[in-house]
């Protein structure tokens, strides 16, 4: 730590406490070093892998960056670190699995490493925005399968609106969106609408 190079610290057979000495002892003479989420085992079976550690370590320790250091067959586990945030992968990689050594077991042949970087890449795009919102790709669904306030009885010119009278359905056109179907409540519609048909701004007038 006291040489200030780049330090990637696994945690495999050690518990919080002890990580927190870690991070305490290194912090104080290095600030550049990640901590990885591992369970010390080859290979290591999914139900020991406990990827929501990767969380708390990220409590724990929210100035530096946290990984996975995976010694489990295949890579579906360790896309699952990156999608729970791991910024640091380490997984060995080996020519053969047969090799003598446990190691090998539980290391990847480089065509599956070319895989996993590939699939790391998509999942780090697919990770996107965690603000929920209408987006322009979805435009062209919205206008086949958005759902529309509709009547769903016959309901004759200058009637008053109930509740019971509407629901939501895909219909064209589109009318108001289902979260206004309370805000028609008590207006009348200027001509008939059939069942079914899409409640428009040209059909409803305040009472």
Request: proline share 5%; glycine share 8%; with cysteine.
């Amino acid at each position: 730590a006291k040489k200030g190079r780049p330090m990637v610290i696994s945690s495999g057979m050690q518990s919080l406490d002890t990580m927190r000495q870690v991070y305490t002892i290194v912090k104080r003479n290095n600030r550049n070093f990640c901590m990885l989420q591992c369970t010390s085992a080859y290979p290591l079976e999914p139900e020991h892998v406990n990827l929501r550690v990767i969380k708390t370590l990220q409590e724990a320790f929210p100035d530096i960056p946290i990984g996975y250091s995976g010694h489990e067959g295949g890579i579906a586990i360790t896309i699952a670190a990156v999608a729970m945030g791991a910024k640091v992968v380490e997984r060995h990689v080996t020519l053969d699995k047969t090799w003598k050594g446990s190691d090998h077991q539980a290391s990847l042949q480089p065509s599956e490493l070319a895989d996993l970087i590939r699939s790391i890449r998509i999942v780090e795009k697919a990770m996107g925005s965690p603000i929920k919102q209408f987006l322009p790709c979805e435009a062209g669904c919205h206008g086949k399968l958005g759902k529309s306030v509709v009547g769903k009885v016959f309901i004759a010119a200058n009637t008053q609106l109930t509740l019971d009278m509407l629901t939501v359905k895909v219909a064209e056109p589109l009318g108001f969106p289902p979260e206004e179907i309370f805000n028609l409540v008590g207006k009348k519609v200027k001509r008939d609408v059939e069942e079914d048909e899409t409640i428009t701004e040209g059909a409803d007038r305040k009472s």
